[in-house]
């Protein structure tokens, strides 16, 4: 047998101890389940027995404090600190101060919101990286756009903005309304 084939066999046996591990609590066979989460190991006795835990353990980080930092809210030093989103920057006065820095900063884009015709559209980022162009006067108005504004008037129908979008024939300025057709190739 070669080394490599050694390597998978071992690679199996865990894969197997894995599987037939047992409950530190009862006794009874831990179960690979699925959740909205992913999977985990749960106890077979369940509901008898709520033991669970996951398949994979995250190696956690300890905060990282800033030196020469201050938070604007309490003064505290602020640190980098690990969360179920990923990696952020808040005050080490957690949980009395809930001060968090903002990460993604965000750019007017200096069109007039469609919709309330008060606001303005501002590029922000979701909690996946993925940018998007919403009203500034959230929460009272919910106008978002999923690709980058253009400020010029659908011939169409009248919507005072396009956007612009990438699709496999080039760049091209639709309109953003369900409803219109309206398409023209970018400049």
């Known amino acids: 047998m070669s080394n490599s084939d050694k390597s998978l066999f071992t690679l199996h046996e865990h894969a197997l101890e894995k599987e037939h591990e047992l409950c530190p609590e009862c006794g009874e066979k831990l179960l690979i389940k699925n959740s909205k989460k992913g999977p985990f190991l749960g106890c077979s006795a369940y509901p008898g027995c709520q033991y669970t835990r996951p398949v994979v353990e995250h190696e956690r980080i300890e905060d990282k404090v800033l030196a020469g930092s201050s938070c604007p809210e309490c003064g505290h030093l602020l640190a ?31 069109i007039a919101c469609p919709k309330c015709s008060s606001g303005e559209l501002m590029e922000k980022t979701n909690r996946y990286g993925k940018t998007f162009y919403s ?53």
Request: net charge positive.
């Open 135 to 187: 009203c500034d006067q959230y929460p009272k108005c919910k106008y978002v756009l999923n690709y980058p504004p253009v400020a010029e008037t659908c011939p169409l129908c009248q919507w005072p903005v396009l956007v612009k979008r990438k699709m496999a024939s080039g760049e091209v300025i639709i309109c953003p309304e369900k409803k219109c057709t309206y398409k023209r190739k970018a400049l």
């Open 80 to 110: 980098v600190k690990q969360g179920r989103y990923g990696m952020f920057i808040g005050c080490t006065n957690f949980p009395e101060c809930q001060h968090i820095e903002e990460t993604h900063q965000q750019d007017d884009v200096n």
